[in-house]
């Protein structure tokens, strides 16, 4: 191989890893994990003053409704991974901060941009109405 070859060569390798990284998804959200956090009274401002983008699944362990949000948030946590920051406080576990938004009726799914609530869902609602609320945050 002589030396034009051998520069054709590393160029292509190096062109073909910069298109693989281009194609990587970019992190924009470094506690957006793919999965669905436990939040507590003690660490829900703390949390989400580090987001951007984040939604939080306020839930009951007793609520039928709130077992049916739960997978749907945690498939859109793991396609939504680097973007947005997913959630969840049980309200009865957390009554100071369940206190603070007013809560007396759950899921309530509340969307948050940069540290501040913007957006919220009442009750179960279509797939949807979740990917609108988190587009929505994006922009």
Not at 58 to 75: D, M, N, Q, S, T
Not at 112 to 132: E, I, M, Q, T
Request: glycine residues 8%; proline residues 6%; aromatic residues 8%.
């Amino acid at each position: 191989m002589d030396d034009d070859d051998e520069l054709a060569l590393i160029r292509r390798r190096k062109m073909e890893a910069l298109m693989r990284r281009a194609r990587e998804p970019k992190v924009q959200e470094p506690l957006a994990n793919g999965r669905t956090n436990p939040l507590t009274d003690g660490n829900f401002w703390s949390t989400l003053r580090q987001t951007r983008a984040a939604v939080v699944d306020v839930y009951g362990e007793w609520c039928g409704p709130c077992k049916a949000v739960a997978p749907i948030l945690e498939e859109l946590a793991q396609q939504y991974a680097g973007r947005v920051f997913f959630g969840k406080l049980d309200i009865d576990r957390n009554p100071r901060t369940t206190a603070q938004f007013g809560i007396r009726s759950v899921p309530m799914v509340i969307g948050f941009k940069n540290g501040r609530s913007a957006l919220s869902l009442l009750g179960l609602r279509p797939h949807a109405d979740y990917v609108n609320m988190i587009e929505r945050l994006l922009k």
